[in-house]
């Protein structure tokens, strides 16, 4: 078992999270625990009045929200008791037991997971010290109910890089369709959970396949002198739409210093799936004698793998980034190798596309002009493959295509003789 605790200053930004995956479908309430009332009749304003009555008591404590999540190994399957007696146990070794809160079931992920949300005001007014929470009473109960109930062990571990728990597959943010901080945070949460990235660009590369970006400011910002970092929703042409919303304001805090943590462990578990991403990129290339960046980019998209070429204001392209959704590995071109940076794939890329005949296992050439005897350009390539021809005739020096003309010998005439 795996236990995360994230402490807040809004409860009912807690509540509302939840809450509204249950009307999406994705969890259920699973226990409400000193609330004095059925499952069933617990309204969201009771819930939140509940809280409320506490935080209030001591409205000095800004931080008095706590977020609790429980997460499960792929292969356990615990039935809702199970999970009841988990968080109960859990609540009340952890210190917690008599304070109210409710226990969420979610079904967003690849795993089972709880999501339980209280408060750390107690009814005297006092606050429950939650520094080191986590290093102390939770870890040691986490390891005592592994035991007793069970459960695969963590060994202080995450589950998700020794067992394989996966995070939910991130779905394409649209604006208008959810709210925007709600749409932003599943795109984020399942990014930075799954992909791995090595660079705040790479992040980008992998969150604009869902329409969200991650900007720090202009460089001469306070903002981005300050380290800060907003997301912000994309529409379809890749302009930033909607409100950003602060990095420090989502689930997890995924700030500029928290991702940059990421970024050497990244690195190593990257790596295995390097070769697979080159092997892909030389299978499409393998297909063509030329083809064009838009085949290009296709055909890799077939192969789950989005390319992002980078271009400054001007128009030049500095770069380009591989986004492999099989593997959930990011990829700058530079770092699979020089043969596949942003300068050495532009090379091999023309304006129209020459493809292989099946069967035929010549190289690929790079900008190749020659046109193979067994090609048959359709009607519409027909136009640009003559337009090459002729820009290769007048590129070669002349005396290359001068026709030869054999010198005929001149016939001596006979003198006649007088």
Do not use: C, W
Not at 78 to 105: C, N, S
Not at 146 to 168: C, F, P, S, T, W
Not at 227 to 246: M, N
Not at 310 to 326: A, S
């Amino acid at each position: 078992m795996v236990v995360r605790i994230v402490s807040g200053k809004s409860i009912r930004g807690l509540l509302n999270y939840n809450e509204r995956k249950v009307d999406a479908g994705q969890a259920e309430l699973l226990m409400a625990s000193r609330f004095g009332s059925e499952l069933d009749d617990l309204g969201f304003n009771e819930k939140l009045n509940r809280f409320e009555h506490l935080t209030d008591l001591n409205s000095r404590v800004k931080t008095n929200a706590l977020h609790i999540m429980l997460n499960f190994a792929p292969e356990e399957n615990p039935a809702d008791e199970l999970l009841q007696q988990v968080a109960a146990t859990y609540m009340e070794r952890i210190g917690f037991g008599e304070q109210p809160y409710l226990v969420y079931r979610h079904h967003d992920a690849a795993h089972s997971h709880l999501h339980i949300v209280t408060t750390n005001i107690q009814p005297d007014g006092k606050r429950i010290a939650v520094h080191n929470l986590g290093r102390t009473l939770s870890e040691q109960t986490r390891k005592e109910l592994e035991v007793e109930l069970g459960l695969v062990k963590a060994d202080g571990r995450q589950l998700k890089n020794i067992l394989g728990i996966k995070a939910a597959e991130p779905e394409i943010a649209q604006y208008g369709r959810t709210p925007t901080k709600r749409a932003i945070a599943n795109v984020v949460t399942a990014v930075t959970q799954s992909y791995r990235f090595t660079s705040l660009a790479e992040l980008n590369a992998a969150l604009q396949q869902f329409n969200v970006l991650a900007d720090r400011g202009p460089e001469d910002s306070a903002m981005y002198e300050r380290q800060g970092l907003v997301y912000s929703l994309l529409d379809k042409q890749g302009q930033r739409i909607g409100i950003p919303i602060k990095a420090s304001a989502l689930p997890y805090q995924p700030t500029l210093k928290n991702l940059e943590k990421l970024y050497a462990p990244n690195k190593q578990k990257r790596e295995p799936k390097k070769a697979q991403l080159q092997k892909t990129i030389d299978q499409v290339f393998g297909k063509y004698h030329q083809l064009s960046k838009a085949t290009f980019i296709k055909d890799l998209a077939k192969r789950q793998v989005s390319v992002v070429f980078r271009q400054n204001e001007q128009g030049f392209t500095y770069g380009v980034t591989f986004v492999d959704h099989r593997n959930k590995t990011v990829f700058n071109g530079s770092d699979l190798g020089k043969e596949y940076s942003a300068k050495a794939s532009l090379e091999k890329l023309a304006t129209y596309d020459h493809p292989k005949q099946p069967g035929q296992q010549h190289s690929f050439q790079p900008n190749d002009k020659q046109m193979p005897e067994a090609l048959e350009p359709s009607t519409g390539q027909t136009e640009s493959l003559t337009g090459q021809l002729i820009k290769d005739l007048l590129g070669r020096g002349a005396q290359d295509f001068m026709p030869i003309i054999p010198q005929q010998k001149r016939k001596k005439k006979k003198r006649k003789t007088l």
